[in-house]
């Protein structure tokens, strides 16, 4: 099989060294904190270079909000988990009062999901006025 050929290495041969005041080094030091990949050499050739600058932010606000979705989330999965069993045992048996019985209980079930559906709407409709918004 073939071996590709390695392309042409641009060799950085040439070592620049300048001075910068603390405002224009606290704003390079601000950039770099943004982007966690970077390095502060890395950072300035891009900038040399003209390449976009990947700026990486993290809203702290939404913190609450994903952790309420995650709760949720696993609460929604419990009870699904709940109708599951429910529907197993109601095919399992073939009596009609044993039937009713799964049956009302997989419904109380069913019931207890709306209020955790109202809570992922009100959430949603928080994220959408903020995200959406002008």
């Known amino acids: 099989m073939k071996s590709k050929k390695d392309r042409p290495r641009k060799t950085l041969s040439h070592q620049l060294c300048t001075r910068v005041d603390q405002r224009k080094f606290d704003e390079l030091t601000a950039l770099l904190e943004a982007n966690p990949q970077n390095d502060m050499s890395t950072l300035l050739r891009d900038i040399l270079d003209n390449r ?3 700026v990486f932010t993290r809203d702290r ?3 609450i909000l994903m952790e309420e979705l995650t ?3 696993g609460e929604l999965r419990a009870i699904g988990v709940n109708i599951n ?3 197993r045992y109601f095919n399992t048996y073939p009596e009609p009062r ?3 019985l ?3 209980m997989a419904f109380k079930e069913y019931q ?3 209020p955790a559906i109202e809570q992922i709407l009100n959430i949603i409709s928080k994220l959408g006025t ?3 918004s002008g």
């Open 71 to 73: 709760r949720l989330r």
């Open 130 to 132: 903020k995200w959406l």
């Open 52 to 54: 976009p600058i990947n």
């Open 98 to 100: 044993r039937k009713e």
């Open 85 to 87: 069993q429910l529907t």
């Open 102 to 104: 799964y049956a009302a």
């Open 61 to 63: 606000t939404l913190d």
């Open 112 to 114: 207890a999901i709306q």
